[in-house]
């Protein structure tokens, strides 16, 4: 190993045995858990970048890891920024957690071989409390520059090797508002093609959450995903806390059902929904579903959503906490329902 690496090694990490951790470019390396854990703690003054990161442990991982995986947490105070690219790849991360954070870059991809060689395992993405730049210059340069990789990752939007997937109390920053109106035709015909472009496969994820976020953000963000995707394992979809007074358009459609056959439960608490009329359960969806819809502002139900709700018996509907009108056919729902 080069002399001056050696140096710059004995300059970023700090070693403490009798922890079981060591301190590297502000990131805490805790070697106690399984898999290793690394924590950084970022703050205004700081630049952390993935980058960077990615550089350093491409560099020297098997002298901070040795062959084992890791997760990384990462945490802002006080306003801190951080530099995310996407594809968002580091070699051996299965689960990486942001929160607190103003993440810059994140749609400035990086598409070069050093990056897409990586094998991702990536099991588990969670934002929390943070805000994500976007500059529409950016995305233009991209579509320009990298049709066909844009096309094949926007597609898919995240990995494939995901199980859980979290985006909570966040929002996208748009630095350079575009409008169809002056929109290029390079982006025109990118977006039709996206639209044209084949599903992707999700043969991992069982989790997904887009909750208290903007109402406009959830929906597009949601329809984004399950319009695009097939998803053979997916159990959970929580919307909770979204403002929602309508739930996305491709929830409870025959295209849902058809690419989530093992989905078991939609969480649609506390948002703004007035009436059940949604709901649908197709013949062909062999599994038992449970929509939570608790803390809404539900107050009656029609003798036309009754008839749907007693032919749907695979169907279980909470609507516990919403200032229901007593009618006869509430006490029959809840009759139905108990």
């Not at 920024?81 to 051996?92: A, C, D, T, V």
């Not at 094998?119 to 066909?148: A, D, G, P, W, Y």
């Not at 199980?163 to 290029?184: C, G, H, K, T």
Request: hydrophobic fraction near 35%; glycine fraction near 4%; charged fraction near 25%.
């Amino acid at each position: 190993m080069p002399w001056f690496l050696i140096y710059s090694i004995l300059f970023l990490v700090n070693f403490d045995f009798e922890k079981g951790e060591k301190i590297v470019s502000k990131c805490r390396f805790l070697y106690d858990n399984s898999p290793t854990s690394v924590i950084c703690g970022v703050t205004s003054r700081d630049q952390w970048s993935l980058d960077d990161f990615r550089g350093l442990m491409n560099d020297t991982k098997k002298f901070y890891l040795g062959d084992n995986q890791f997760t990384l947490d990462i945490e802002c105070h006080g306003g801190g920024n951080i530099s995310i690219r996407q594809p968002i790849k580091l070699p051996g991360m299965t689960s990486l957690t942001v929160r607190n954070c103003y993440i810059t870059d994140y749609y400035d991809y990086d598409f070069s071989q050093e990056v897409l060689s990586i094998e991702s395992v990536l099991q588990h993405l969670k934002f929390t409390s943070c805000k994500i730049e976007h500059r529409h210059s950016v995305r233009v340069k991209h579509i320009q520059k990298n049709f066909e990789k844009l096309l094949a990752y926007e597609k898919c939007q995240i990995s494939n090797t995901l199980r859980n997937f979290i985006f909570q109390n966040s929002s996208f920053i748009d630095l350079e508002r575009s409008s169809a109106s002056n929109m290029p035709k390079e982006e025109e015909y990118y977006k039709n093609e996206l639209k044209r472009h084949e599903k992707c496969a999700h043969n991992n994820l069982t989790y997904i959450e887009m909750s208290s976020l903007h109402r406009i953000t959830a929906e597009v963000m949601f329809n984004d995903l399950l319009q695009n995707g097939i998803f053979n394992s997916l159990n959970v979809i929580n919307l909770t806390n979204n403002d929602l007074a309508l739930v996305p358009s491709s929830l409870f459609t025959d295209s849902m059902y058809e690419t989530v056959d093992r989905l078991e439960q939609v969480d649609l608490s506390r948002n703004k929904i007035e009436d059940i009329s949604f709901l649908f359960m197709p013949i062909m969806f062999n599994g038992r579903l449970n929509v939570d819809l608790t803390r809404n502002v539900i107050t009656e139900i029609s003798n036309q959503d009754m008839k749907k709700l007693k032919s749907f018996s695979r169907l279980g509907v909470n609507i516990r906490q919403n200032p229901l009108i007593c009618t006869c056919n509430q006490k029959l729902l809840y009759e139905l329902r108990r």
